[in-house]
Structures are given as C-alpha cells and as structure tokens.
C-alpha cells in the first residue's frame, strides 16, 4: 500500500499522497452502508438533509458504516467514543490535512487545521502567543468599542439578524484581528475572505471564469499580496496589540521567525475560521433566546449585576476582560446552543494506518468523519436533546458526562485555538445587546441550512424592542 505520511500540500494538484491508497470496494465489504447510484451515490441524498441521512444510516447500520458521496466511500463513526478516539488520536491514525484538503485547500491551504502532528504542533504553540492575556485584553477594547457601535446603530425595530452580525463579525476582524479603521480598505479584505468561504463550498471546483471558485481563488490571491506587504511592513516597523501582528513577529521554540508565507496563510485560515464560526453560533444563540424569553430575562439580569447596569447616559457598560468569567449563565447558554447547533456539524479524516472501532477494521486510507450534530442531539447521552436547557453544563453535569459528548471546538491536539476569544466576542455582544432591547422572533422559527456551516436560511428574521 502507498505511504500516507502527511506532506506540505500544493496550490497546483492534491499531493499523490492525498489519493493514493484508498481501499478497494472489497477492503471495505465487511462494513454495512450502501453506494447510493452510479456515479454520484448519495451525494444528494446527503445535501438534501445532512441530519436526517446520518440518523437513518445509524438506525439502519449502526454506528459504524459506509456511504459512497462526492467520489468515494467515506466511514461514519458515531458516538461520543468515536469522537474521542479520532479527535484526540493517541496513537497518530488520522490525518487533518488530507480529511479538510480536498475541500478548502484551493482557497485555504496549509491552515493550522490542515496540518497534522509535529508541524501542527510546532505552529500551533508560534500562534498561541495571540491567545495569551495581554493580546486579548486589547481584543475585549475593540470588541466593546466595535459591538457597543453597531448594536446601537442597528435599533428598535425588526431586522435579519444573521447578515448583519455576518457584517459585524467581519469588521470586527479588521480591528482586531489585522489593526485596520472600518472603511474601504477593510470593506476590500471582507468581500476576499466572503468569496473565498463561499469558493470553499461550491459545486465547480475549478477556478473557471464566472465561478464562484475563480472569485474565491481572485480573493486568495489579493490576500495574499495584501498581507505579505504587510507582514514585512510590519516586522519592520513593529508591530501593534493586533492578531496579524501577533502572528507576523510569531517565533518558534528555536527563535527563528515564522516563515512569511506561512504568517499569510494562517492569518486567511483563522480569519475565515474565526468569522464563519461566529456568526453562525451567535445567531443561533440569539435564535434560542428570542424562543425562550425566560433564558434571555436570566442572562440579561446576570449581564446587569456584573457590569453594574447602565451608565449616565444609559448606555450599557462595556464588558471588562477581568469580568468575562463572571457570566456563568451566559456561558452556559452558549454552550447549550452549540450543543443544538454545532457551528462545525461533521470533521472529517483521513487514516494513516488501520485501525479497529465498533468490532470492524478499517483499513489505511480510508476517509472517516465523526458527526458532532448527531452526538449533540445522541438520546443516549442528552435528555430531551431538543429541548433548550443550559442547566446542562452544570459543572457537576459536565463532570459526568464522557468527555468528548460535546465537541463544538475539536478536541485533542486541534482542539479551537480562538475558542476563548469566541466566548469573548459573544459574551460582549450579549453585554451590548441585551440591556438595550427585548429579542423576539419575527415570522415563527426559521428553517435552517445544516451545511456546511449552519445558518438561518430566512436570515433570522427577529425584532429589537427597547427596554
């Protein structure tokens, strides 16, 4: 069989690695699951309900089995075990780059979630340093500055919630994460990164003329040129408080600086990361909110008695970084709502080596993914899974439950590098948006797009009514 080691990718063709070795139809005939129809198999059987085509195949097959879409077969493994065993990958299995390559590496490539193993590890602990306190203590000032701005701005009155915290979250990023005043260098930077997350997902996935890839490959390449300038410029100069700039004087346990092509890549990945995620999970906690007023009433008064209520203009007050850990209610509450909807519904790999789970043997080379909305809503492990309830993480009820139950941010080695400044970002919107106005559902409850990053497929249609 073809070696599979993980291997720098190109922007040109998959590495050889990347297809070599898939196993043979017979390799895999002992595990249950079907091929779908000639050609396609169930691709579309897929997109049609991502959720509901899992729940059948696990009723059907079990926890374990196979489905032919998007060109190959693809090994489901479900279950809070099975989450454990492929996100924190003891024995080195399974390979990031060549389970996320095939879809974002045109538009996204050698992101952290890319990498696997010691080059992972060797970036991961370079980025870091735009983690550490000092960092996101001048991220909380922008973030209250940039949120207490636009929630302001936006009003009493019915709106779409989903497009605009979209916009919020993208301006955000120019401030914090790359230093740039909102305006028309910073409106340039966002349409890039929004064609290249919607080039990540379209259906021709060759750059051709008029495609939304050859927009997403035309924004890769103006970001690129953008933040290599940048990144000299800045090693030059010095750099500020600011993410890129964190990043772009970023240095390895030898001291060495961080290769700039490397510093650019990264900065797209975790900007698209970052932005996408955000969105999506601050709009369905707001979603689950407006539907149950009695959470939003608890959470607004919790927001009230830490930062004191109003000022003298009766404005709210910003969130201090040193009182971010003081809203237990409110993280409770995010945590319920990426339990129900898990910005990152499946993660997929790729096995190194094979490897046994659930009394089958999967052999190298297979694609697997685990399936994080399932075990969210797995009955097994949730009571009344459907039901909003942020007295779910509890610590004493997070203490019983297996550890890899709820998975929004990975875990093991990838576990989300920005999931603090995520908490961040959402508990000050809800420090900026709740004192100031009532949330409530315009139109009944939305249906919502599964896939690839769940989203509101109405927007979210809500109304801000003033207290």
Not at 28 to 35: D, R, T, V, W
Not at 321 to 332: A, F, I, N, P
Request: hydrophobic fraction near 40%.
């Amino acid at each position: 069989m073809a070696t599979l080691a993980p291997h720098q990718t190109t922007e040109a063709a998959p590495p050889k690695h990347w297809t070599e070795g898939n196993p043979s139809d017979a390799e895999l005939a002992h595990i249950p699951g079907e091929g779908g129809w000639p050609v396609i198999g169930n691709t579309f059987k897929m997109l049609a309900d991502p959720h509901a085509f899992v729940s059948a195949a696990v009723a059907k097959y079990g926890r374990v089995y196979k489905n032919r879409a998007f060109g190959g077969w693809n090994i489901g493994l479900i279950g809070a075990d099975a989450n454990e065993l492929v996100l924190f990958d003891r024995n080195k299995i399974f390979s990031n780059e060549q389970g996320w390559g095939p879809i974002l590496d045109k538009v996204f490539p050698r992101g952290l979630m890319l990498m696997d193993f010691d080059h992972h590890r060797a970036d991961r602990r370079a980025l870091s340093i735009a983690f550490k306190p000092e960092p996101m203590r001048h991220y909380a000032g922008a973030l209250n500055r940039g949120i207490a701005k636009r929630v302001e701005e936006w009003g009493a009155g019915s709106m779409r919630f989903y497009p605009a915290i979209k916009e919020l979250t993208l301006d955000l990023a120019a401030d914090s994460f790359i230093g740039i005043p909102w305006g028309p260098e910073a409106d340039k930077i966002n349409q890039a990164f929004v064609d290249m997350v919607q080039a990540s997902v379209a259906p021709i996935r060759a750059p051709l003329p008029f495609t939304q890839m050859k927009k997403g490959v035309d924004g890769r390449k103006f970001l690129v040129e953008y933040f290599t300038a940048e990144t000299h410029r800045r090693r030059k100069e010095g750099g500020g408080q600011d993410m890129f700039s964190q990043f772009a004087t970023a240095t390895h346990e030898d001291g060495s600086l961080m290769a700039v092509d490397e510093v650019v890549d990264h900065m797209n990945f975790l900007m698209m990361a970052a932005h996408d995620t955000i969105t999506s999970s601050a709009t369905s906690l707001v979603w689950l909110l407006a539907k149950n007023p009695e959470w939003q009433e608890k959470l607004r008064q919790e927001v009230l008695a830490v930062t004191g209520g109003p000022d003298a203009d009766g404005r709210p007050r910003d969130l201090s970084y040193d009182d971010l850990g003081k809203l237990d209610l409110v993280e409770m509450a995010f945590k319920e709502a990426l339990r129900m909807v898990p910005p990152v519904p499946s993660m997929p790999r790729r096995a190194l080596k094979s490897f046994e789970f659930g009394g089958y043997r999967i052999p190298a080379g297979a694609h697997v993914g685990i399936n994080t909305h399932y075990v969210h809503h797995d009955p097994e492990i949730w009571d009344d899974p459907y039901t909003f309830d942020p007295m779910r993480f509890t610590p004493d009820k997070v203490k019983a439950r297996h550890k890899y139950a709820w998975v929004p941010f990975g875990g093991g080695a990838h576990m989300c590098l920005g999931l603090h400044f995520a908490y961040m970002q959402v508990k000050i919107l809800m420090a900026q948006l709740l004192p100031r106005y009532e949330i409530a559902l315009e139109g009944g409850d939305p249906s919502w797009q599964a896939w690839p990053i769940p989203k509101p497929r109405d927007g979210l249609k809500i109304v801000l009514k003033p207290l």
